[in-house]
C-alpha cells in the first residue's frame, strides 16, 4: 500500500513566524502535491511537483513556497504565518497522471 | 478554468436509504474523475475512479457511479447506506491536458449524515 505521511497532524503556531509542513511518500512516486482543505471549498491546490527540485505553481500559491530536494519528500513553506492560512493541509503522492494518495493531513492554526 | 460542481452540500438520510450524489465538471475533453471519501478524523481515501472504458463503474463499500459524458457527470450511488458511511464526499476531475500533470480539481464536497 502507498504510504502517505506528514510530519505533525496539528500546529500552532502565530503570525509572522515561518511554518514548515514535511510529507514523506514511500513509493518512488514522481509527483507531489500539496492542498488546503476548507469547509465549503473543497480541496485547493497551493504547489505540486513532478520531479525532484521540479515545482509549479497551483491555484492559491500566494504566501506558499515548496521544496523538493529528495524524491520522496515535499516540503511547504509558510514565509511568514498569517491568521488567513489557518487551514488542513493535505499532502498527497501520485505515479505517473493515475491516482493521488492523500498523506492525513496536517491542521494548522495560526494566531 | 475548468469547475466541477458538487449539488448538494449536505445530505441528511436514514440507514437503508438510497444515496445519489451529484458531480458537474465543465471541461470538455478526456477526463479522469474520481470520487474520494473523508471519514470523520481520517485521511482522504479513494472510493472510485473512471479512466476509461465502462461509464458505469464500482468501487469500494458497495458505491458506483456513473460517468455521462453529454452531460459531464460523473454521479455516485449506493443503493442503501449505513451509519458508518457518514463522511465528506468530494468528486474530482483531471483535465487531461498537455500541461495539466494530473492536477485534479476538486468540488466543495457533500456532508453526508447517516442516522440510525
Known amino acids: 500500500d502507498v504510504k502517505v505521511t506528514q510530519s505533525s497532524r496539528y500546529l500552532v503556531k502565530r503570525t509572522g513566524e515561518k511554518v514548515f509542513l514535511e510529507c514523506v511518500q514511500d513509493?518512488?512516486?514522481?509527483?507531489m502535491f500539496w492542498y488546503r482543505q476548507d469547509p465549503g471549498l473543497g480541496l485547493r491546490l497551493i504547489y505540486f511537483s513532478y520531479d525532484v527540485k521540479m515545482k509549479e505553481k497551483g491555484d492559491i500559491p500566494e504566501g506558499y513556497s515548496v521544496s523538493r530536494e529528495k524524491k520522496e519528500r515535499f516540503s511547504l513553506i509558510l514565509e511568514s504565518a498569517s491568521t488567513n492560512q489557518t487551514s488542513m493541509y493535505l499532502c498527497?503522492?501520485?505515479?505517473?497522471?493515475?491516482?493521488?494518495?492523500f498523506g492525513p493531513g496536517t491542521r494548522l492554526l495560526v494566531l | 478554468a475548468q469547475s466541477v460542481s458538487q449539488h448538494n452540500h449536505h445530505v441528511i438520510l436514514s440507514e437503508a436509504a438510497s444515496l445519489e450524489l451529484g458531480c458537474n465538471y465543465s471541461?470538455?475533453?478526456?477526463?479522469?474523475l474520481f470520487w474520494y471519501v473523508q471519514y470523520p478524523g481520517q485521511h482522504l481515501q479513494l472510493l472510485l475512479k473512471y479512466f476509461s472504458g465502462d461509464p458505469l463503474v464500482k468501487g469500494i463499500k458497495g458505491f458506483e457511479a456513473e460517468f455521462i459524458k453529454s452531460k459531464f457527470s460523473f454521479n455516485l450511488r449506493k443503493p442503501s447506506v449505513q451509519w458508518s458511511d457518514t463522511a465528506e464526499y468530494f468528486c474530482a476531475v483531471n483535465a487531461m491536458t498537455t500541461d495539466s500533470w494530473g492536477k485534479l480539481q476538486f468540488g466543495a464536497g457533500t456532508q453526508v449524515v447517516v442516522t440510525p
Open positions: 498527497a503522492s501520485m505515479k505517473g497522471r493515475e491516482t493521488q494518495y
Open positions: 513509493m518512488d512516486h514522481e509527483n
Open positions: 471541461y470538455g475533453g478526456t477526463v479522469n
